[in-house]
């Protein structure tokens, strides 16, 4: 598994917000904010419902794994897709950093993954409330 989700009541931009808030919490911050939706419209006049990826960022830990592994770049930042389903409900979906981390062989980057698996498995949970 890649990822793990949550799925929340509350209008889409609130969410949003939500999300980024509760990211602050845990030491994150959102480096990018991509709209699929708004981009998938732009270039090729198609009609999506409201998709977000947001490229989170924990500075301190971030740099860690730059200290650890300099190409680590490749697998960074935290992917946070927020995206509303047909029922309008939004679901929230965080990238496994454990499992995207777990493709080295350094150890030191084994156990930064896990960490930051844990931050991000408690923004989940405050999400919940």
Wanted: charged share 25%; with cysteine; proline share 4%.
């Amino acid at each position: 598994m890649y990822g793990f989700t949550v799925t929340l009541n509350g209008s889409f931009d609130e969410v949003v917000n939500n999300v980024t808030e509760a990211l602050k919490g845990e030491g994150f911050g959102v480096l990018t904010e991509i709209d699929v939706k708004a981009t998938l419209k732009a270039k090729l006049d198609i009609d999506k419902r409201p998709y977000t990826i947001l490229g989170a960022c924990n500075p301190k830990l971030a740099n860690q794994a730059i200290e650890a592994e300099p190409d680590v770049g490749l697998l960074l930042p935290c992917n946070v897709l927020v995206r509303e389903d047909e029922d309008g409900q939004v679901v929230v979906g965080f990238m496994d950093p454990a499992t995207i981390l777990g493709l080295s062989d350094n150890a030191a980057l084994k156990a930064l993954g896990n960490e930051v698996k844990t931050k991000l498995e408690r923004v989940r949970d405050a999400l919940q409330g």
